[in-house]
């Protein structure tokens, strides 16, 4: 009998801790290798993580569309390519191959312990190979912010802000997974307004607080994906920590906006949660007010409950968690992201990446970076050791988490983490 992959009362053979982001409702996609094998495609489930290309030799993801080839590559692009369907399709097998009634897998001793093997001995890859990435900027809080900081709270959101989701192209070829250290970067920016600019490492190196969604094959050039159609082209989200060099930003942005104090690096969680496991999620998006164009409406609920948080290890391994958000905290949903991206005409590409923005809530401990976190470096956060932080400092660790619902089912992220490296030497 067919149960839909959603089902709260679903349980699996696989033992799931409490609290795991990775019960069988979840069933995320990633990459990963482990005692030198090639890395293959992957699903977790509690602790545990099933590789896929060992079901797909043994037969057991026949029939889904699905080339046989693509659970032997080194990332998601080949799953994608048959599309929604395809994936969903694919989710639905694995949920039944995982339930605790089904033999199959659970009863196979052989089967099972060449496709089954702990989290921890794999080495995650990044999921996709990224094509493009773009940056959005949609919460509003956050914009509010920082346009209080840098012009003045009665003119913090700029005139176009409310009419479009604001976004610029990011870099993709430094965006990496957890668990990458990130060297602190170096470059030019000013110590007083009034001073010559010098060069050096960055003195104010930042988190970004964000979410972000993978595409699949959008349409041809020339060609627009409207708001109602938008979600059937993304896989899934990550976590994402969009780390940024404000001292850098600040003084090159003039006037075509982030260069090299944003794309020295971008971290993503390695598992992809589909969109399809966050629907029991789903939440009311917020009023607009003014109304929206109407290539940008949208029916219904376009937006999501994840708790998200970021936290600071410091050398000793402890951490203090310097924020608590929500991904519903966005003024522009997924759907309003893409369609704007794609109502000139401009085509998205199977493995594209685009980042909400930094997500602030309204309270001050729900801001998603430390440049609003610390107000500019004049309000510093006190660490669990007593040391205090305006910006990151070397061997900082950040850490971001996020999960869906809470009690009987809770849809995770896992984490993104990196290590913050001291700048390379200039000779
Ligand atoms: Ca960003």
Redesign the pocket.
Known sequence: MTIPANDPALRSWVPVPEGSDFPIQNLPLGVGAWNGVAAVPLTRIGDRALDLSVLAEAGLLNGLGLAREAFDAPALNPLMAAGKAGVRALRQRLSELLRHDNPVLRDDNTLRDAALVAADQVSMHLPVVVGDYT?F?SSRQHAYNVGCMFRDPANALLPNWLHLPVGYH?RASSIVVSGTPIRRPMGQYKTAPDAPPVFGASRQLDM?L?VAFITFKGKALGERIGTGEAEDRILGLVLFN?W?ARDIQAWEYVPLGPFLG?NFGSSVSPWVVLLDALEPFRTASPEQDPPVLPYLRQQGAHHFDIALEAAIATGDGRETVISRTNFKHQYWSMAQQLAHHTVNGCNVRCGDLM?S??ISGEAPESYGSLLELTWKGTRPLKLHDGTERRFLEDGDTLVMRGHAGHGAVRVGFGEVRGTVLPALPYL
């Open positions: 940056d900027y990011g970004e964000e969009d940024s944003k980042a923005g930094t």
